[in-house]
T-cell receptor, first 111, second 113 residues
């Protein structure tokens, strides 16, 4: 029941865009996105609660297609600070608080 | 405002021993979740505590147990340690009435020899 993330890794030049996908075989109540830098704790980016919902935070946004149980994270005009491993965490109905994380997508932004 | 604090940061144990990890949640948070993160993997949900009771549990054996105290702090206990228990153990806190955003601590790195 672990969500599947793609790609597993991506290398960008500063200013380029990237999309990270998260797909689940289970009906989802919400999708969370976190970023973890090497040796640090995961940091919350955003949560999406309803189908078709989109959210944005600076140049990072995300969408959640409830019908397909898929979420995508969009990083626009990437900055060096975007480097890290991105995890989606999925929450099923009636399992409040139990987040199942994907295996992660390692993003490297080069100058 | 202190965030989530965990102790110890690093520890080494031998197979068969027992370990206790501690977590103080962010101020204002009443819910604590524990995750196990193996190297190169995503965090795996162990369990969640709210109002001093275990509310949700992941696929972990009974060797993993926990406790939440009246001040919302929490402990994770692992008995009969196995080599495979070596991992980073993350504590995450949240507020029940909020949307579920998790605040993670820096983790406790456990090495089992």
């Amino acid at each position: 029941q672990q969500p599947v993330q793609s790609p597993q890794a991506v290398i960008l030049r500063e200013g380029e865009d990237a999309v990270i996908n998260c797909s689940s075989s289970k009906a989802l109540y919400s999708v969370h996105w976190y970023r973890q830098k090497h040796g640090e704790a995961p940091v919350f980016l955003m949560i999406l609660l309803k189908g078709g919902e989109q959210k944005g935070h600076d140049k990072i946004s995300a969408s959640f297609n409830e019908k397909k149980q898929q979420s995508s994270l969009y990083l626009t005009a990437s900055q060096l600070s975007y480097s890290g491993t991105y995890f989606c965490g999925t929450e099923q109905y009636n399992q409040g608080g139990k987040l199942i994380f994907g295996q992660g997508t390692e993003l490297s932004v080069k100058p | 405002d202190a965030g989530v604090t965990q102790s110890p940061t690093h520890l080494i144990k031998t197979r068969g021993q027992q370990v206790t990890l501690r977590c103080s949640p962010k101020s204002g948070h009443d819910t604590v979740s524990w995750y196990q993160q193996a190297l190169g993997q995503g965090p795996q949900f162990i369990f969640q505590y709210y109002e001093e009771e275990e509310r949700q549990r992941g696929n972990f054996p009974d060797r993993f147990s926990g406790h939440q105290f009246p001040n919302y702090s929490s402990e994770l206990n692992v008995n009969a340690l196995l080599l495979g228990d070596s991992a980073l153990y993350l504590c995450a806190s949240s507020a029940r009435q909020d949307t579920g955003e998790l605040f993670f601590g820096e983790g406790s790195r456990l090495t089992v020899l």
